[in-house]
């Protein structure tokens, strides 16, 4: 059983595509979270749900729109798409948000490639 | 903005064979994480380190938290294939469930 799985686990797309890209945990956690990692392998935080609130939006371009409709999935949806926006993208959960030590369960993956 | 450098970035050494990678910042996180991350997955949490000075032992791999809160490392003991992979520092900011990322170091083990 997989706990934080995403889909596709590739994609291949034109510039100025639309594309989705959908993440679900089933560990019964209450944040859900979106990263992108470069081709340096930098992780930097997109997005955070918290029982399907937005907690953290970070400075994403708004072409980028995360849906959670409950608080098992959170989609992310990719509008005019860019040649920079090819990168690795991570669905990420944890039990709930802690100032102290909040843990990650990532799941594998989506690789986004814009041509 | 709060950053964390991690050095080096790249670290390719024999089997059998010490090393150590560091995680450092200006700023005094809450608390300190180490991931390893293996090509086509997504980063495996190995250790959560909260309080300033705590090490930690996972078999071969010892991790520090610095007195101040604003460091880390971690040490490995006779390194094996195994150990192959990207290894990331993160650290706990604010109440929002943030986590910042260092840059990562790859690490390339050979027989």
């Known amino acids: 059983d997989t706990a934080v799985s995403q889909t596709p686990k590739y994609l291949v797309t034109q510039m100025g595509n639309d594309k989705s890209i959908k993440c679900e945990q089933n560990?019964?956690?209450?944040?859900m979270y979106w990263y992108k990692q470069d081709s340096k392998k930098f992780l930097k935080i997109m997005f955070s749900y918290n029982n399907k609130e937005l907690i953290i939006n970070e400075t994403v371009p708004n072409r980028f729109s995360p849906k959670s409709p409950d608080k098992a999935h959170l989609n992310l949806h990719i509008n005019s798409l860019e040649l920079g926006d090819s990168a690795v993208y991570f669905c990420a959960s944890s039990q709930a948000i802690s100032s102290g030590a909040n843990v990650l369960t990532f799941g594998a993956g989506s690789r986004l490639t814009v041509l | 903005t709060q950053l964390l450098e991690q050095s080096p970035q790249f670290l390719s050494i024999q089997e059998g064979e010490n090393l150590t990678v560091y995680c450092n910042s200006s700023s005094v996180f809450s608390s300190l994480q180490w991931y390893r991350q293996e090509p086509g997955e997504g980063p495996v949490l190995l250790v959560t380190v909260v309080t300033g000075g705590e090490v930690k032992k996972l078999k071969r791999l010892t991790f520090q938290f610095g007195d101040a809160r604003k460091d880390s490392s971690l040490h490995i003991t006779a390194a094996q294939t195994g150990d192959t992979g990207l290894y990331l520092c993160a650290g706990n900011s604010g109440n929002t469930g943030k986590l910042i990322f260092g840059q990562g170091t790859t690490l390339q083990v050979k027989p």
């Open positions: 560990l019964g956690h209450d944040t």
